[in-house]
Every structure is written in C-alpha cells, then in structure tokens.
C-alpha cells in the first residue's frame, strides 16, 4: 500500500500492509487529519521514522473474528506496554515504554491501513459523519483542559492562539459555561468562535486584565510569554502546545505570582464523541482543504501556509 512516510523529509512510498497482532485489529481509514503535530515531526519531533498521522476515523477491517469487525471507529494514540509501574498505576498514557500512532515507535493513520489494540477504539455512531469523526482526537484533547484546569462559571479564562486547536478549546470551554477570550493573529479565524460566545481579540489589541486561566495553544514562544504575563496571581497556565525546541523561562514568572503551569496531552474520546453526536461542536468550518493520499506532499506543504486551519487526507482513494 502507498503511505506518507517519513524518513527526515516525507514522501509517498510503498510499505507493506500492517499486520494486527494479539489483541490488536486492522482499521481501514477513511479521513484523517493534519495537526500542528504532525508539522513538528517534519522538524525533528521525537525523531520519528514512519507512517506520519494520527487523528483518523475508519472501520476496522480485521481480523475476522473480532467483534470490532465493519464497526466504524476512532482510536486513542497511545499505546502502553501493559507492565510497567506506569501501565499498572492507570497511567498507560505515560507508559515508560509507550508507542504513540504516527508520532513514537508506530506507523501512524496516513496510509489505507493501520493497527491499534482493540482497546483503543471508540466506537462512532452512525449518525456521525466522517468529516465529524476525524476530528475525536483534537476535540478529545481540547476537553482535557478542563482536566488539567477545572473551570467555574466564575472563571474568565484566555486561549492564546487561533488556530484549529485553539478553536476547539475555546468552543469547548463555551460549553462548559466559561467567560472566554481567545487572542490571536487572523481576523478569519476569530469570526468562527465570536457566533459561539467567545470575545475575541487580535493580540495586540488583547485588553488589559489578568485571567483565572490561561490556555497556550499557539506553539510559538510569544504565546507563552504572552499567557505568563496575563494569568492572575495564583492562577492557571495551561500548555497545549506541542514543541521541538526549547524556550527560555524566567522562574520567577512562575514562583513571585505562585503561578501553575499545567502540561495538557491527549484527552476523553467518549466525550469527544458526544459533543459531535449531539451537534454541541461542529468542527467543519475548521476544514481549509481535502486531498487524496496520492497527494500527501501536496497537503502537509498546505497545512504549513500561514493562516490554514485543518487540512485533511482522504485516504480511501489511495486502498
């Protein structure tokens, strides 16, 4: 099967059908997306060599006997190894030895094919479209926030960064019954969270005032500083950004306000998959483009344009 694979530069390239081993099924992929992520491997992230991608909506198309078999699913992207003090803890998330789709040590969803252990699926219902569907994981990991930060209806809480994740938290955050503001750099992007309650804010036009929460959603160093410098004394820093290098921090941003910054990954599936059920997210308008697999070059090139939201790969017309 033809896949976007990447070996220091990505290509399309012809790799064998991936095999499901014990415990494990064979998904065939209809959608999936390209995320922020997916953009850092290209720079070096976790020096990754393999099939790129891991936000993905498919049917699972073996083996045989699985009870999964022709069940239309999205998968959790972390898999753990079972037996370390992490995996018998509850904590296979952060297994010490964990496999990550498309991202650490497992070929990931740009391809026809890919294998996750059966405990990984969430099952998709019917009434929830591909277009939806795609987008379990970054809404899953958008709902972790109120995990990492739990939010009154009190709360007056700035997302810094305007693009595809820092839409859906936003969003999330509204329903959840939160005062939001979201500051970021395209005008375009901002006028798809004000009809759902969010004040939004081209960033240097941010008002003054501190904030109860901040969430750090645009992957750049001024974000960060920007979140540091609004957060209340004894307030919130949440990280959803995913970065290779590694930025300067001045301690005593965090220590002199007593400050928490809060580290913020994947998140619930089953809630994800109820907000898109229930039509309380509808992430379409966050889709900029979507190309055949053949033309996978051709859509990370697109994702990495200034101002593009969610690039998608339909990978059905590559099987």
Known sequence: ??????????????????????????VRVHLAGICGTDLQVLRGYHGFTGVMGHEFVGQVAGPEDSPWLGQRVAGEITIGCGTCDLCRRGLAGHCRERQVLGLKGRDGAFAPYLTLPAANLHAVDPEVPDVFAVFT???????????AAPVSPAARVLVVGDGSLGLLISWVLVVNGAEVHLAGHHAEHLALARPRGVATFLSPDLPPGDYDIVVEASGSPSGLELALARVRPRGTVVMKSTYVGRYPLDPAALVVPEVS???????????????????????????????????????????????????????????
Request: proline share 11%; with cysteine; aromatic share 6%.
């Open 137 to 147: 994981e970054p809404l899953a990991a958008a709902l972790q926030v109120l995990t």
């Open 1 to 26: 099967m033809r896949a976007l694979y990447f070996d220091g530069q990505p290509a399309i390239k012809e790799v064998p059908r991936p095999e499901p081993g014990p415990g494990e099924v064979m």
């Open 261 to 319: 910054l809060v580290g913020c990954r994947c998140g619930p599936f089953a809630g994800a998959l109820r907000l898109l059920k229930d039509g309380r997210v509808d992430p379409r308008p966050l889709i900029h483009r979507t190309f055949p697999l053949a033309r996978g070059l051709e859509a990370l090139a697109w994702a990495q344009r200034p101002g593009v939201l969610k690039v998608l790969l339909d990978c059905r017309e590559a099987d």
